[in-house]
């Protein structure tokens, strides 16, 4: 059994954060739960989705973030408790719902988590989504530990019901996505009746008595935290210098202070409870020294909005010192660190530091530089993806008219460097790749000559093309939609959607066609296997060149990684060592320097390629490529 | 067993696709399951592709560290993959750093494509004995390979951790944490991997 569901009340557990928030909502009596995958986010839904039938609960992949955040307000308007995650793009999407619905309020426990991806680890963008909470006057909590992740979760729930608003919870790459030990408690058993009072109905209108509505609610809020023992000071009455940290923040600058060892010099005000913030608490805690040093990820939202409080209250608190990003003392930019942390506190206090003899790590350094190659990032071998791209190189320069590829969000965004040949060039949000190609595709009244294409995956079709192709249509867009249809939601960890013919809890499900939904808004549309490269190409070059309107091709082939858990190698892929003429041979290393799968590798002593056995997947695609017909297939 | 320092920080390394998400996260219930502290960082999403992976583990006895670890305080080192080991030592390798190593490299596509070149093994092997207190190495990939299934390598290193003995961790914890997160189909060549681990590491 999953250790997320045990009802072993005490027990301590290795959870992930994003594991934690689902036991909190468990926890919590959580009935419905919805999301669109998007990492760090992914699996606070996927691991719910697994234990949904033995917990009684209703969990869905819906098909973007906003219908997801709808999803669970149903739930909260019939009175049952909802949780809803997504990315910080996700909340993009959601924010036109969530700005409603904070005006319309909501009535069982409804949490919305959204996990913040700092340096863009696993995202198209660095982005910090507080501002929402106080664009919307919306409670925001921010966990700073796995056991924290899981009790904010708890109390999420229960303020939501008490103010009768959705409660933000922000998490970040390092909680989300890092592990750490977790004592549980009890999973109550209640199974309240779901009814939607038609006496009260929800309506956002009239705005302005409703936004004062949520103005009191946000005041209340402000009341209950300044209570929240979810904030903290840690340190001596009256330190050289205070750090106010909220989130992961929090555990770089103990780490900090310990590095450093100034527990006598430096406290920590902790801040779990970040909007509204509290702010007699604060006015409080900031009268216990005049040097202060914000450490958050991504935007300095407390050093703005402390700044702001302290203003209000200047006279009173009298001159003090903030340091954090506008003095740049912090980066602006970029996930925090330990490393960064520790120096911050460091140049205040004018001391050293020296984590390693600085010979040790110039000898080092020197190793790594002489020694280790860089490691870009490419497709996985064996993926369908690398062959797509290939035959877009392949049919764009045949065509010849320049064509540009406008490009998504999933894996086949890598399609950007040298695995996708640097084909795709531009990247921007979920569904763009076809919207851009709506405007691209009107622009031959202008003058433009070069074909258009845009490349978008399943599930990002379904997710926010779909509007895109219908307008395209309808407006008489000129241009190629090339769908790398992988049957899986690849990048997030292979969620299914709605092509795929099963669900978030894996029931079967009605398949949404892609042919069929294409077809049916007006565009022309074929299919091809982009393993069997030739017809690929020639396809591909076919509809650049045919009559104008929006063509659909539709390339598919399962992720590479989905069809390894089912089936071994299709073919046991092999270099002839007699065949293949290496340096000679005229085709500039083909399979090695341009095609550059994974699975193949350029053995210096014999000058020749050859395959990793470790690494070749045995999709055979490189043998349709060497024109010596070394790389050999046979059927596994 | 006494933890030689508080917080002991280990690193596990490699490149995208060598498991070692799963190996951070089987070692860690080793280790909670002995009641210790345990805080996990790891690389994911698009580092998952053929990219240079780390997982960070602080395994305490009283407290919850932060997911990452600070510069120059790795304590032990367990690389999937040489050229990695020399990558992680750049930035966390102290003198006191022990380092266990998997031999078999993985080249990248700057390497494949010929736009860098891959260093002779030993030549890595020998700079990183110049950069630990003590280094055990294996070429885990082949055994892996050997019983069928690159797949194995991660846990064959696991093994061969349990065996060089820096750690508290125990053949049956890994047997109990395995019955735990995987079908009880994969426990016998599992366990077979974790043993070869053990037989065949050594100390350079």
Known sequence: ?636 | MFLSKDPFNVIIGGVGGQGNVLASQILGEMLVSQEYVVTIGETYGASQRGGAVMSHLRISNKDQFSPLIPEGQCNLLISLEPVEGLRILDTYGNPRVMTLLNTRPIHPIDVISGNATYPEVSKVISKIKELSRRVWTLNATEIALEMGDPIFSNIVMLGALCAIDVLPIHRQGFEMIIRELLPSRLLEENVKAFDKGGEVVQEI
């Not at chain 1, 894996?506 to 069997?532: K, M, S, Y």
């Open chain 1, 1 to 636: 059994m999953s250790s997320v569901a045990q009802n072993a009340p005490g027990k301590t557990v290795l959870l992930m954060g994003n594991e934690a928030i689902a036991r909190g909502a468990l926890e919590a009596g959580v009935k419905v739960c919805a999301a669109y995958p998007g990492n760090p986010s992914s699996e606070i839904i996927g691991t719910l989705a697994k234990i949904a039938g033995e917990m009684g609960l209703h969990v869905e992949w819906s098909v973007n973030e906003k219908v997801a955040l709808e999803v669970t307000a149903a739930a909260s308007l019939a009175g049952l408790r909802g949780l809803c995650a997504m990315k910080q793009n996700g909340l993009n999407v959601a924010s036109d719902f969530l700005l409603n619905l904070n005006l319309t309020g909501t009535d069982g426990g409804l949490v919305l988590v959204v996990a913040d991806d700092p340096s863009g680890v696993s995202s198209t963008n660095e982005e910090d989504s507080r501002i929402y909470a106080k664009l919307g006057d919306l409670p925001l909590l921010e966990p700073a530990t796995f056991q924290e992740a899981k009790e904010m979760t708890k109390t999420a729930f229960e303020m939501s019901e008490q103010l009768g608003l959705p409660v933000l919870i922000r998490s970040v790459t390092r909680v989300s996505h890092a592990r750490g030990n977790v004592s549980l408690d009890e999973i109550p058993k209640a199974s309240p009746k779901p009814r939607f009072e038609n006496s009260r109905p929800r309506l956002a209108f009239p705005p302005v008595p409703t936004h004062k509505a949520l103005h009191e609610k946000s005041e209340k809020a402000r009341q209950m935290f300044e209570e929240s023992s979810f904030n903290s000071y840690r340190g001596p009455e009256t330190p050289e210098l205070m750090v106010v940290t909220s989130g992961s923040g929090w555990m770089y600058a103990l780490e900090g202070v310990i590095n450093l060892n100034v527990r006598n010099k430096v406290g920590i005000l902790k801040l779990g409870t970040t909007w509204p913030l509290p702010e007699n608490f604060l006015l409080e805690n900031l009268k216990k020294t005049d040097r202060i040093l914000f450490i958050e990820e991504v935007d300095p939202f407390l050093e703005n909005n402390v700044k702001e409080i302290y203003a209000q209250n200047c006279f009173d608190l009298g001159l003090k010192a903030f340091f954090g990003k506008a003095s740049k003392n912090v980066p602006d930019i970029g996930e925090l660190n330990p490393e960064i942390v520790t120096r911050a506190i460091q140049t205040l206090l004018s001391i050293s530091y020296e984590p390693r003899p600085p010979d040790y790590a110039q000898r080092a350094h020197e190793a790594a530089s002489d020694f280790v190659p860089s490691r870009t990032l490419g497709f996985c071998p064996g993926c369908p993806h690398r062959a797509t791209y290939w035959a877009i190189k392949m049919a764009l320069a045949l065509d010849g008219r320049d064509g540009f590829v406008l490009g998504d969000i999933g894996c086949y965004g890598l399609g950007m460097g040298p695995s996708g040949f640097g084909q795709m060039k531009t990247i921007h949000a979920m569904g763009s790749g076809t919207g851009l190609a709506c405007g691209f595709g009107q622009l031959d009244r202008f003058g433009l000559e070069q074909p258009v294409v845009a490349v978008c995956g399943d599930s990002t079709f379904y997710h926010a093309a779909m509007p895109a192709l219908v307008n395209a249509y309808y407006n008489g867009a000129n241009f190629l939609l090339l769908l790398l249809d992988n049957s899986a939601t690849a990048m997030t960890g292979f969620q299914p959607h709605p092509g795929t013919g099963s669900t978030a809890t894996g029931e079967t499900a009605p398949v949404i066609d892609l042919r069929a939904v294409c077809e049916g808004f007006g565009a022309r549309v074929e299919v091809v296997d982009p393993f069997d490269v030739s017809a690929t190409v020639e396809t591909m070059l076919r509809l650049l060149q045919d009559e104008k309107g929006v063509k659909v091709l539709i390339l598919k082939r399962e992720c590479a990684l989905v069809s390894a858990k089912r089936q071994k190698n299709l073919y046991k892929v092999e270099v002839d060592q007699d065949r293949c003429l290496g340096e000679s041979c005229g085709c500039n290393r083909l399979c090695t320097r341009i095609f550059k799968c994974p699975g193949l590798m350029w053995d210096v002593t014999t000058e020749k390629a050859r395959i990793d056995e470790a690494i070749c997947t045995g999709c055979g695609v490189c043998a349709g490529i060497c024109p010596a017909s070394a790389i050999r297939k046979e059927v596994a």
